[in-house]
């Protein structure tokens, strides 16, 4: 659709939803089959902050726990690839459906929209990987002692890939912000209001995506906070122009 298309019907709105959701899903079956034949570098790539840990203490080690293991992991590798590799697609074709009901909204702006949105998604998912995962897992392991520890290379893989892409969604926030204000649906003033609920549901927010222990929770707590309050500026913004 045309950036500058506006005022279609209902029926036009539908057929055009149908076409960006099948933008979607090929892009997402593209870079899944893509991602099929790299999996197992991925794989590598994703056990790296995990394996760091296991190098160094010989009563840790990883394992395939069960003869399907390999196959059901290489799967759910290439469709979360298809995914995160798809974002940017993803992205491009949600706003690009939703910018008609946001009339004011230049193409200039669109795409820094756009562009931004794809940053905090890296950032997020670099979050996790870099920080949180390698932070909580030796917090978590420290509990074991010297005993032998066996992982499930399906678990571990399945947590690390659930938590980057939760986390690099959670880092929408800004642009959900945005949005919402132009169709004044939020303000600022609502935002600085209820501030102290939405550390509450932050710290909720945190037990559900992180892995099962407070250090992690209390670590995405801060970026969520901070990413709260730049949606308060970034709505301020949107009702001075």
Same mark, same amino acid.
């Given at each position: ?8 019907t /209902?029926?036009?709105? +539908?057929?055009?939803?149908r *076409?960006?959701?099948l933008?979607? !899903?090929?892009s997402?079956?593209l870079?899944s #089959?893509?991602a099929? !034949?790299?999996?197992?570098?991925i794989k ?5 902050? #995990?394996?760091?840990y296991?190098n160094?203490?010989?009563n840790?080690?990883? &394992?395939f726990? &069960?003869p ?6 290489y799967?759910?590798?290439?469709i979360f690839?298809g995914?995160f %590799? ?5 992205i ?8 008609p ?7 200039a702006?669109f /795409? +820094? ?5 794809i940053?905090? /998604?890296?950032?997020? #998912?670099?979050?996790t990987?870099?920080i949180?995962?390698p932070?909580?897992? *030796?917090f978590?392991?420290? %509990?074991a002692?010297?005993?032998e520890?066996? !992982? ?6 399945s947590?690390i890939?659930?938590s ?6 959670l ?5 959900? &912000?945005? %949005?919402?204000? *132009? ?5 600022a003033d /609502?935002l ?8 509450? +549901? ?10 099962p ?17 730049a949606?308060i !500026?970034i709505v301020?913004r949107?009702?001075n122009?």
């Amino acid at each position: 659709m045309p950036l500058e298309k506006k005022n279609m019907t /209902f029926w036009e709105h +539908i057929d055009e939803l149908r *076409k960006r959701l099948l933008y979607c !899903f090929f892009s997402f079956i593209l870079f899944s #089959v893509i991602a099929y !034949f790299f999996s197992d570098t991925i794989k590598n790539f994703l056990m790296n902050p #995990v394996d760091a840990y296991v190098n160094e203490k010989s009563n840790l080690r990883t &394992a395939f726990l &069960a003869p399907h293991a390999p196959f059901f992991l290489y799967i759910s590798i290439s469709i979360f690839s298809g995914i995160f %590799f798809s974002f940017p697609v993803i992205i491009y074709n949600i706003l690009n459906f939703i910018k008609p009901a946001v009339s004011k909204t230049r193409t200039a702006l669109f /795409f +820094i929209v756009l562009i931004f949105s794809i940053i905090l /998604f890296i950032l997020g #998912v670099t979050f996790t990987y870099a920080i949180l995962i390698p932070i909580s897992f *030796k917090f978590l392991i420290s %509990f074991a002692g010297n005993e032998e520890m066996i !992982f499930s290379i399906n678990s571990i893989t399945s947590l690390i890939l659930w938590s980057c892409f939760s986390i690099g969604l959670l880092f929408q926030l800004p642009i959900i &912000a945005f %949005f919402l204000a *132009k169709i004044r649906l939020i303000t600022a003033d /609502f935002l600085s209001k209820n501030r102290r609920y939405a550390i509450l +549901i932050a710290f909720i927010l945190s037990a559900l995506i992180t892995p099962p222990d407070v250090i992690s929770q209390i670590i995405l707590v801060f970026p969520v906070i901070l990413l709260y309050e730049a949606c308060i !500026f970034i709505v301020k913004r949107v009702q001075n122009d």
